[in-house]
Nanobody, 116 residues
């Protein structure tokens, strides 16, 4: 059974930094894409950043230049390094992994709160 476990969320002041990590386990199939999404209260879940098996990245305009996504395919982990955090970044951040022959799986989410 696939399990995605996020870690690293918490409370940080505006302008600060925070790192998130996600460890995937329980699947013998290859990973196509890994990514981070977030959902703020009253809003729909939105893409933050994705990274392919080959290392190609994509970022939401709102986080470009501030967030960096990385992955270790061999270890089935994906990380998100967040800097220059803004109150608007406050949300629950979800890890997403797309497996070959299996589709998408989601973590339970980790809260990131940025205070002003």
């Amino acid at each position: 059974q696939v399990q995605l476990v996020e870690s690293g969320g918490g409370l940080v002041q505006a302008g600060g930094s925070l790192g998130l990590s996600c460890a995937a386990s329980g699947s013998s199939f290859s990973i196509n894409v890994m990514g981070w999404y977030r959902q703020a209260p009253g809003k729909q879940r939105e893409l933050v950043a994705t990274i392919t098996k080959g290392g190609s990245t994509n970022y939401a305009d709102s986080v470009k230049g501030r967030f960096t996504i990385s992955r270790d395919i061999a270890k089935n982990t994906v990380s998100l390094q967040m800097t220059s955090l803004k109150p608007e970044d406050t949300a629950v951040y979800y890890c997403n992994v797309n497996y070959r022959f299996m589709g998408d799986y989601w973590g339970q989410g980790t809260q990131v709160t940025v205070s002003s």
